[in-house]
C-alpha cells in the first residue's frame, strides 16, 4: 500500500476535494496521458486507485516511475497547484464536465482535461482557428489582423496559439475589437510562451481564456506544439491559415482540422512569397479559398453566430479615400515587395512625388516599409477601382 498517509488523507476533506487532489495527482504521474486517463476511470474512482497497492499499480501497466511517483507523489508541487486552482478564473476542467467544449470532446477520443485561467464560458461561443507563420510579411500580419478583426465582431471566438507573428496579432486585434480570444499553449498554463507574449497572455487571460492539457510549470518542449495544434483544431468549427511556409506547423493543424472533418481555409499569396507556398499546398489539397472575412462568415452562419451572444455587427472596412496618383502608385506597386527604382520605373513619376506619397501611405497603413528600400501594399479593396 502507499506509505505517505499525508496526501489525500486530510480529515474533512469532502469527496470533490477528494476527487481534484487524485485528478492532479494522476496527471503528474509519468506515462500518464489521455488515453491512460480514460482507461483508468473506465476501471474505477481514480481517488480509490490511489490506494491500490504496488502489485495492483503494476497489473494496471504502470511504469516504475509512474508507480514511485504514485507511491509518494511530490506535496509541495500538488499543494502549489491546489493553490492555484483556488484563485479566481482557474481551473481544471474534465471530459465529462458541463463547461468542457463539446467540439473538443467530439474531436479527440480521448479529450485531454485542460487547465483553464480566464473565463471558460467563450469556448462556447462558435470558434474559428487563426493561426499561421511566426515569421509572416507585413501583409500576412495585416490580413491576420483584418480578418480576426470582423470574425470577432461577427460574434466568433478567435483561437490560435500564441506564437509570434500571425498568431499574436490575430489575438490583439479581437482584444482591439472587444472580442473574447483563447490561446491553447504548448506549456502549462500558468508558462505563458514566447516570453516576450507575456502581458499579451495576462490580457487574453483578462478578457478571453488561456488553456493548456499540460500541468502546471511544464516548459516547452518541441513534442508539445503538435499536441497544442490537435486541440486548437479540435476547439473550433474552422481553421483559416493566413501565411504560412511549407514546413509550418500551421499546416499541421490544418491538417488535423481537416482529420476532425472541421473546415479548413487558406489566404493565397504571392507566388514569390515564401510565407504563402503551405496556403498554397493546403489549396490544391482542397482547402477553401478565401479572399475576405466576409466569405468566412457567410460560409458558416454570421447571423447564427451573433444570436444571443452581444456580438457587435460586422463593421465594413472604410479605408482612407486615395488620391488619383496615389492610385497610380498603388497600381504600380501591385502586391508584391517592390523597390524604389522598378517604382520610378513604372510609373515615370519624379523622385520627390514618389517619396512624398509613400510618407503619406506609410501613415495611413497602406504601404509598409519592408527596409533596404522595398516597400508592400497592404490595402485590400480599392486598388483600381
Not at 506549456?187 to 490580457?203: F, H, I, R, S
Not at 492539457?213 to 499536441?227: A, K
Request: one cysteine or more; glycine letters at 10%; charged letters at 20%.
Amino acid at each position: 500500500m502507499r506509505d505517505d498517509p499525508e496526501i489525500g488523507d486530510s480529515p474533512g476533506m469532502n469527496d470533490r476535494d477528494s476527487l481534484i487532489l487524485a485528478r492532479l495527482i494522476w496527471l503528474r504521474t509519468p506515462g500518464v496521458g489521455p488515453a491512460k486517463l480514460a482507461e483508468l476511470q473506465r476501471i474505477g474512482h481514480l481517488a480509490e486507485l490511489l490506494a491500490m497497492s504496488e502489485q495492483g499499480f503494476q497489473q494496471l501497466g504502470l511504469s516504475a516511475a509512474a508507480i514511485n511517483w504514485l507511491k509518494r507523489p511530490n506535496e509541495h508541487q500538488i499543494a502549489a497547484d491546489l493553490t492555484w486552482l483556488q484563485q479566481p478564473g482557474h481551473a481544471l476542467i474534465w471530459p465529462d464536465e458541463l463547461d468542457y467544449p463539446r467540439l473538443l470532446s467530439e474531436a479527440l477520443d480521448p479529450a485531454p482535461p485542460l487547465f483553464v485561467a480566464g473565463s471558460p464560458d467563450c469556448l462556447h461561443w462558435p470558434t474559428i482557428a487563426v493561426v499561421g507563420a511566426r515569421r509572416a510579411s507585413a501583409g500576412g500580419i495585416e490580413n491576420a489582423r483584418w480578418f480576426a478583426t470582423e470574425l470577432s465582431r461577427a460574434g466568433y471566438t478567435v483561437v490560435s496559439g500564441l506564437a509570434y507573428g500571425v498568431d499574436a496579432e490575430a489575438h490583439r486585434a479581437c482584444l482591439q475589437a472587444g472580442g473574447p480570444t483563447v490561446a491553447v499553449l504548448g506549456t502549462g498554463v500558468d508558462v505563458p510562451y514566447p516570453l516576450g507574449n507575456t502581458p499579451l497572455a495576462q490580457d487574453i487571460q483578462r478578457q478571453g481564456v488561456l488553456l493548456s492539457e499540460f500541468p502546471l510549470g511544464t516548459s516547452p518542449r518541441p513534442e508539445h506544439f503538435p499536441r497544442r495544434n490537435r486541440v486548437i483544431s479540435g476547439l473550433c468549427r474552422a481553421t483559416l491559415v493566413v501565411e504560412a511556409g511549407l514546413k509550418s506547423g500551421s499546416l499541421i493543424t490544418a491538417r488535423l482540422a481537416a482529420e476532425q472533418n472541421r473546415e479548413v481555409f487558406a489566404i493565397p499569396g504571392s507566388i514569390h512569397n515564401e510565407h504563402a507556398r503551405g496556403c498554397h499546398r493546403l489549396l490544391r489539397d482542397g482547402a477553401c479559398l478565401v479572399e475576405s472575412p466576409a466569405e468566412i462568415i457567410e460560409l458558416l452562419g454570421g447571423l447564427l453566430a451573433r444570436m444571443g451572444h452581444g456580438a457587435l455587427p460586422p463593421q465594413p472596412v472604410r479605408p482612407a479615400l486615395l488620391s488619383e496618383a496615389e492610385h497610380q502608385l498603388a497600381d504600380a506597386m501591385g502586391f508584391d515587395p517592390v523597390d524604389f527604382d522598378t517604382l520610378q520605373r513604372r510609373t515615370g513619376l519624379t523622385t520627390q512625388a514618389i517619396s512624398t506619397m509613400l510618407a503619406a501611405l506609410v501613415l495611413k497603413d497602406r504601404v509598409a516599409d519592408l527596409g533596404g528600400g522595398r516597400y508592400t501594399w497592404l490595402a485590400r479593396s480599392d486598388v483600381g477601382s
